[in-house]
């Protein structure tokens, strides 16, 4: 898959890669190419899923085997994810990379580009595999995870890895990079949390953002659970995007079944930092993408499902400074959020306030700019 975010300008290419496996490498690479276009007017800002590109219907089905893993089979995806970081397995040498490592090099070869950001581990792998037989141009890594980082992000090195906090840059340091090579900018959301909200009408009832991701079962049973609060007036907001079919019944007969108004479903939107940043409280996974999202908002978190491994050190990251509760039943997730909205909100506001202290809406920004020094070095 490619994306074009500026006219192509010879010899001034910025490349960007990703790959679709979870939210977070797209949401970060988006982002960092929003905030390129804007410090780099007349420059090629160019995004490219390079597994899609060179092998689509592999890339298909390892995408959707990880969505079942995460969903369905958690600890299966716990040992698939720590042998993720073993040299023998994803390392430059592994023959399994023959196809992508040759695919890259004649991409590389096409675009010339004067500088790589990476959102996704591999790709320095494959830099390092080329790097022994011809130059390539510098990178840049952005570590898309919080504190439980996978050794893969710097097996093969980068000239500059981008984390989203101290606590990262520690683990990456303990790692064995140097700390002239870590810069913190924050994990990089979209500028729409940089900008003025559009104007809102007049809300009187508490307002909950539900973002569902777990098994329809799971989700089924947390709407049950927040029953009482929605006949009690509070309104629920239901965005589903690519989960709207699967979820479709289960949708149609609550909200059947609840006063109209009560709860609002919306398919796929780009209004999400909107969202956030007017609700009163989220429901979402522990993913990267959104828990940097809920910062950058300063809006409390129930966080209802931690993927093993990948996940855990988001959820400790926003934990630790009082900005979301880690629940494991529905019945546990409707009396968190009941928690925070009572007493004129006093627990969210608390939860606010201290969220605050690293919340970096600009965070794109900060990380456009600490790639583009090293294109410059």
Request: include cysteine; proline fraction near 7%; aromatic fraction near 6%.
């Amino acid at each position: 898959m490619f994306w074009a975010f500026f006219p192509p300008a010879v010899g001034r290419v910025i490349w960007i890669l990703t790959a679709g496996y979870g939210d977070g490498h797209n949401t970060a690479a988006r982002s960092v190419a929003e905030a390129l276009t804007r410090l780099c007017p007349g420059e090629a800002i160019e995004m490219t899923d390079l597994l899609d590109e060179a092998m689509p219907r592999t890339a298909a089905v390892t995408k959707a085997l990880y969505q079942q893993a995460i969903t369905h089979f958690p600890a299966a995806w716990r040992v698939t994810y720590e042998l993720m970081g073993k040299r023998s397995v994803t390392g430059p040498d592994s023959v399994w990379q023959t196809g992508l490592l040759n695919h890259l090099k004649k991409r590389l070869n096409e675009k010339q580009p004067r500088l790589i950001v990476s959102t996704y581990p591999l790709y320095a792998v494959l830099l390092e595999a080329l790097a022994r037989k011809q130059p390539v141009p510098p990178l840049c890594t952005v570590i898309t995870d919080s504190i439980s980082v996978n050794r893969i992000w710097v097996m093969s090195g980068s000239d500059l890895f981008c984390v989203a906090d101290d606590e990262t840059k520690k683990v990456v340091t303990d790692f064995g990079v140097p700390e002239s090579k870590i810069r913190v900018t924050g994990f990089p959301v979209s500028l729409a949390f940089t900008e003025p909200l559009p104007e809102q009408p007049p809300q009187t009832a508490a307002r909950i953002l539900y973002l569902p991701s777990t098994t329809g079962r799971h989700v089924r049973a947390t709407l049950e659970a927040l029953r009482p609060q929605l006949l009690a007036g509070t309104k629920l907001t239901l965005p589903v995007g690519k989960h709207a079919s699967r979820l479709h019944h289960i949708l149609r007969r609550f909200t059947d079944s609840l006063p109209p108004e009560t709860v609002e479903i919306i398919g796929w939107t780009k209004r999400i930092p909107e969202f956030l940043r007017t609700h009163d409280v989220v429901i979402c996974k522990a993913g990267g993408a959104i828990l940097h999202e809920v910062l950058a908002a300063k809006i409390p978190a129930v966080i209802d499902y931690v993927v093993p491994g990948q996940e855990e050190g988001n959820a400790e990251l926003l934990t630790k400074i009082d900005g979301g509760v880690v629940t494991r039943t529905p019945q546990e997730t409707a009396a968190a959020v009941e928690s925070i909205l009572t007493n004129n909100d006093a627990v969210g506001r608390r939860m606010r306030s201290s969220m605050a202290k690293l919340s970096v809406p600009d965070a794109a920004l900060r990380t456009a700019r600490a790639a583009l020094a090293v294109a410059k070095s």
